[in-house]
């Protein structure tokens, strides 16, 4: 069976296994929680991880004449029966897929239900190898706690309840909801609901659609399961405008918002932004080695005195390389180059790292950043000129952040991001990409170099680049126009020009 992991090396579908946790910070994580030590509880100095000793399945398991569900469901069963006191009788997991990598290897996921409802996005992964073998886990903590049987709260509230609190964001009266409300179609664990046509609210939303909902535990660090509703809506703002598809986790004990979440999020329009770089304007975006684009790469003639020719830059219009996770390099409505992966700005003065007189490189109108750079300039000559540059630098940090990822640099193995959406590694340490560097190491001569500092997972990595010194530009000015020209050294250093040339 071929499946998007089919030709994934094995470490990189470990990565993934592990980078796949639910976005939403309920529990922690289980991070690399499996043990090949037989000594429990010695994973590492962190005594917070949850140890799980690896182990071969029982000699009654024949790995051989099992298909990879039942391989994993044992598993799941040996790595319960360590922790007795978690599993709940009233627990079960359900196969959400089954993805065959190479060599025979497995990656195998379930959701977990209790009582026949679904844990809100708490999904249960297993990675096996060709063997049968348990090579890597991902879930939450939680689950083999002994906490996790303890009694659950009951559902206080209904369904059309939970759906009242979720119009009232768009000044639903809640009475007028729960009345309007009608029992619809029924699928699966969903129940629809379908609203008087039209339905309008005082705050002049309109609702057309039927809303759907169905009964969930959401895990709560603090709570355990706390039964709940989730619930989609689609909702007009008002009615000129399209309408809004939104989903939501009601407590049904309290009734309050446990989660909310635009679905239209995923390749909207708005976290989408156009750069103008050395780049190429392709769904890949890559960028270009230098200004010369690729005229002197590889070197035409591999002599010295070779001068390329300048190429013009390109609006490049990009949310992230395309790569395994598609996070977006900045948020919507970003008007400065500070994002997830790297704040890019100009280290200009004061003292190392942005402070004021530094420049961030702004938006030129709504989801744009076309500053032109003129290589007939120096490089600091106006702030277009230095917010080109950061755009350019920003630019690279983010489309190598990218390209890394997919081969193994994710939030576990320590790469540089300020959230890591729950999937393990520590965060807060996005870039500081740090243009036209002149405070720092070297301060106050920093030029004609770089440097990169690189502290450990959970601390901002800083790139510093420094200007390079160019030639002096050289003019010659002629009834009152300067004219550029380049330099040489060699031939007469200086001229006599006879009156004769000049025309009257
Ligand atoms: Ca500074
Ligand atoms: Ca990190
Ligand atoms: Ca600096």
Same mark, same amino acid.
Request: aromatic share 10%; charged share 15%; with cysteine.
């Given at each position: 069976m071929k499946s998007k992991f089919a030709r994934t090396p094995l470490a990189l579908a470990i990565s993934l296994l592990l980078s796949q946790a639910a976005t939403a910070a309920l529990f922690e994580p289980v991070d690399l929680s499996l043990s090949t030590s037989a000594k429990a509880g010695t994973v590492g100095e962190d005594t917070a991880r949850l140890s799980i000793p690896m182990r071969p399945l029982l000699a009654g398991y024949d790995a051989k004449k099992l298909d990879a569900e039942s391989i994993a469901r044992a598993h799941l069963g040996m790595m319960f029966s360590q922790q007795e006191a978690a599993k709940s009788s009233l627990e079960s997991f359900e196969l959400g897929s089954v993805s065959a990598l190479e060599n025979g290897a497995n990656l195998v996921q379930f959701k977990r239900r209790v009582n026949g409802i679904d844990v809100f996005r708490e999904e249960v992964g297993l990675l096996l190898d060709g063997d049968a073998r348990l090579v890597a886990f991902r879930g939450h903590g939680a689950l083999f706690a002994p906490t996790a049987a303890k009694s659950l709260a009951v559902f206080g509230l209904s369904a059309v309840d939970a &759906?009242?609190?979720?119009?009232?964001?768009?000044?639903?009266?809640?009475?007028?909801?729960?009345?309007?409300?009608?029992?619809?179609?029924?699928?699966?664990?969903?129940?629809?609901? #379908?609203?008087?046509?039209? @339905?309008?609210?005082? *705050?002049?939303?309109v609702n057309y659609r039927p809303v759907r909902t169905k009964p969930v535990y959401f895990p709560s660090a603090a709570a355990g399961l706390v039964p709940a509703y989730y619930v989609e809506t689609q909702v007009q703002p008002d009615e000129r405008m399209a309408a809004e598809y939104y989903a939501h986790v009601i407590s049904a004990v309290d009734g309050r918002v446990l989660f909310r979440h635009s679905q239209q999020a995923d390749g909207s329009p708005s976290d989408i932004y156009t750069y103008r770089i050395w780049g190429e304007a392709t769904a890949d975006g890559w960028p270009q080695p230098s200004p010369y684009g690729r005229n002197d790469t590889p070197h035409p003639t591999g002599l010295p005195g070779f001068v390329p020719s300048f190429v013009a830059q390109t609006d490049v219009t990009i949310r992230n390389k395309p790569f395994s996770m598609n996070d977006p390099w900045l948020p919507t409505a970003a008007s400065v180059t500070t994002?997830? !992966? *790297?704040?890019?700005? &100009? #280290? @200009?003065?004061?003292? #190392?790292?942005?402070?004021?007189? =530094? @420049?961030?490189?702004?938006?030129? &109108?709504? !989801?744009?950043f076309l500053h032109t750079y003129n290589t007939a300039?120096?490089?600091?000559?106006?702030?277009?000129?230095?917010? *080109? /540059?950061?755009?350019?630098?920003?630019?690279?940090?983010?489309? @190598?952040?990218? =390209?890394?990822?997919? /081969? +193994?640099? &994710?939030?576990?193995?320590?790469?540089?991001?300020? !959230?890591?959406?729950?999937?393990? +590694?520590?965060?807060?340490?996005?870039?500081?990409?740090?243009?036209?560097?002149?405070?720092?190491?070297?301060?106050?001569?920093?030029?004609?170099n770089a440097n990169m500092s690189t502290p450990a997972d959970g601390s901002s990595p800083r790139m510093q680049m420094y200007v390079f010194s160019a030639v002096a530009p050289h003019t010659l000015t002629f009834n009152s126009v300067g004219y550029n020209h380049g330099t040489a050294s060699f031939g007469a250093q200086s001229f006599n020009i006879p009156a004769t040339w000049f025309r009257r």
């Amino acid at each position: 069976m071929k499946s998007k992991f089919a030709r994934t090396p094995l470490a990189l579908a470990i990565s993934l296994l592990l980078s796949q946790a639910a976005t939403a910070a309920l529990f922690e994580p289980v991070d690399l929680s499996l043990s090949t030590s037989a000594k429990a509880g010695t994973v590492g100095e962190d005594t917070a991880r949850l140890s799980i000793p690896m182990r071969p399945l029982l000699a009654g398991y024949d790995a051989k004449k099992l298909d990879a569900e039942s391989i994993a469901r044992a598993h799941l069963g040996m790595m319960f029966s360590q922790q007795e006191a978690a599993k709940s009788s009233l627990e079960s997991f359900e196969l959400g897929s089954v993805s065959a990598l190479e060599n025979g290897a497995n990656l195998v996921q379930f959701k977990r239900r209790v009582n026949g409802i679904d844990v809100f996005r708490e999904e249960v992964g297993l990675l096996l190898d060709g063997d049968a073998r348990l090579v890597a886990f991902r879930g939450h903590g939680a689950l083999f706690a002994p906490t996790a049987a303890k009694s659950l709260a009951v559902f206080g509230l209904s369904a059309v309840d939970a &759906a009242a609190v979720a119009l009232s964001d768009y000044g639903y009266d809640a009475g007028v909801i729960k009345q309007s409300l009608q029992v619809g179609r029924n699928e699966g664990d969903y129940q629809w609901y #379908d609203t008087a046509r039209g @339905l309008r609210s005082a *705050a002049g939303a309109v609702n057309y659609r039927p809303v759907r909902t169905k009964p969930v535990y959401f895990p709560s660090a603090a709570a355990g399961l706390v039964p709940a509703y989730y619930v989609e809506t689609q909702v007009q703002p008002d009615e000129r405008m399209a309408a809004e598809y939104y989903a939501h986790v009601i407590s049904a004990v309290d009734g309050r918002v446990l989660f909310r979440h635009s679905q239209q999020a995923d390749g909207s329009p708005s976290d989408i932004y156009t750069y103008r770089i050395w780049g190429e304007a392709t769904a890949d975006g890559w960028p270009q080695p230098s200004p010369y684009g690729r005229n002197d790469t590889p070197h035409p003639t591999g002599l010295p005195g070779f001068v390329p020719s300048f190429v013009a830059q390109t609006d490049v219009t990009i949310r992230n390389k395309p790569f395994s996770m598609n996070d977006p390099w900045l948020p919507t409505a970003a008007s400065v180059t500070t994002g997830n !992966n *790297a704040d890019g700005y &100009a #280290d @200009l003065g004061g003292v #190392d790292g942005f402070d004021a007189g =530094d @420049l961030r490189a702004a938006t030129t &109108a709504t !989801n744009q950043f076309l500053h032109t750079y003129n290589t007939a300039l120096e490089p600091a000559s106006s702030n277009t000129q230095i917010m *080109a /540059s950061v755009v350019q630098q920003f630019y690279w940090n983010n489309w @190598l952040h990218d =390209d890394y990822y997919d /081969s +193994g640099f &994710a939030e576990v193995n320590g790469n540089a991001q300020s !959230n890591n959406f729950g999937r393990g +590694g520590l965060g807060s340490d996005r870039i500081l990409s740090e243009g036209q560097d002149n405070t720092g190491t070297c301060a106050p001569t920093c030029a004609n170099n770089a440097n990169m500092s690189t502290p450990a997972d959970g601390s901002s990595p800083r790139m510093q680049m420094y200007v390079f010194s160019a030639v002096a530009p050289h003019t010659l000015t002629f009834n009152s126009v300067g004219y550029n020209h380049g330099t040489a050294s060699f031939g007469a250093q200086s001229f006599n020009i006879p009156a004769t040339w000049f025309r009257r």
